[in-house]
């Protein structure tokens, strides 16, 4: 009976993805069968911690945060979590030996979004790094199942992948960040002077980001490079609209793909992977 309730923990997980994140939902589906489950898992349990500093207004985000810490740690020390989501994870945790210097970055990650409001370079970097490019890590982990050789070898660019990722949703959420929250990510950044020069600088930032992305994604194994690849295009896509709309006009809006778009590139993409062109 055991094995029901880890498929109805994996089931919350990959709930929580599509319910949060459409192009997630489809790059995760696009992926060998194999990875669905340990990728939703992750997904889940990013997803809920960053919930608890993002939106649980009126609730004392600490204590909930270090609860949430602790009870991943002794789910993955037991094996075991009655927490749905902590259990999908820690099975993956376990199974694809995800480093806990990963899980620890993530998580001091949001803690520091529990105070901070604005980022110099090196808290930047550090944030960066926390709450994105080690759970692109985590990710590899999966998709390399073992090979010490090729994560080694995609490391680096894996943690490209999350960076770019993390500062386009940074660019596409600066009012709500700002406005809700009171952050501005990119040190340097006046939110009330944001404009076309400030904006350049990032965006070349995020470019270089994606260029090294890419190079990674295309030395995946076969069964996890059409989903990652995915959700690479419709980042990229997200990411060309953004360059395209004023720096004013960023401050007072969100910008966003619609999902017409979004599986018009699911299309393209399964017809490039069936002809061998990715």
């Not at 994870?89 to 949001?110: G, P």
């Not at 890419?214 to 990652?228: D, H, T």
């Amino acid at each position: 009976m055991l094995d029901l309730y880890e498929k109805t923990t994996f089931g919350c997980s990959k709930l929580i993805t599509e319910l949060y994140s459409t192009s997630f939902t489809l790059g995760i589906k696009t992926l060998d069968k194999r990875f669905h489950e340990p990728i939703f898992g992750i997904y889940g349990f990013v997803r809920y911690a960053d919930e608890i500093v993002d939106t649980f207004h009126g609730f004392d985000k600490k204590t909930l945060l270090d609860r949430y810490k602790a009870e991943t740690y002794l789910a993955i020390e037991e094996g075991i979590s009655l927490n749905p989501v902590l259990h999908s994870f820690q099975k993956v945790v376990r199974k694809y030996n995800i480093e806990q210097d990963l899980i620890e970055a993530f998580l001091h990650s949001m803690e520091m979004d529990l105070y901070n409001i604005a980022y110099d370079a090196d808290g930047y970097n550090e944030y960066i790094y926390g709450s994105a490019e080690v759970v692109g890590l985590m990710c590899l982990r999966v998709f390399c199942e073992g090979n010490e050789a090729l994560y080694d070898k995609l490391k680096a660019d894996a943690r490209s992948l999350g960076a770019a990722f993390q500062k386009v949703n940074f660019l596409r959420d600066l009012k709500s960040d700002f406005s809700e929250r009171g952050r501005v990510y990119f040190p340097g950044v006046d939110f009330e002077n944001f404009d076309i020069s400030a904006k350049a600088i990032i965006e070349d930032d995020i470019q270089r980001d994606f260029d090294n992305a890419y190079r990674g994604i295309m030395g995946l194994p076969e069964g996890a490079r059409k989903g990652v690849y995915l959700a690479y295009v419709y980042y990229l896509k997200l990411f060309g609209r953004i360059k395209q709309t004023a720096a004013n006009r960023i401050q007072h809006e969100r910008i966003r793909v619609p999902d017409r778009i979004k599986f018009a590139l699911l299309a393209k993409t399964l017809v490039q992977s069936s002809l061998n062109v990715l």
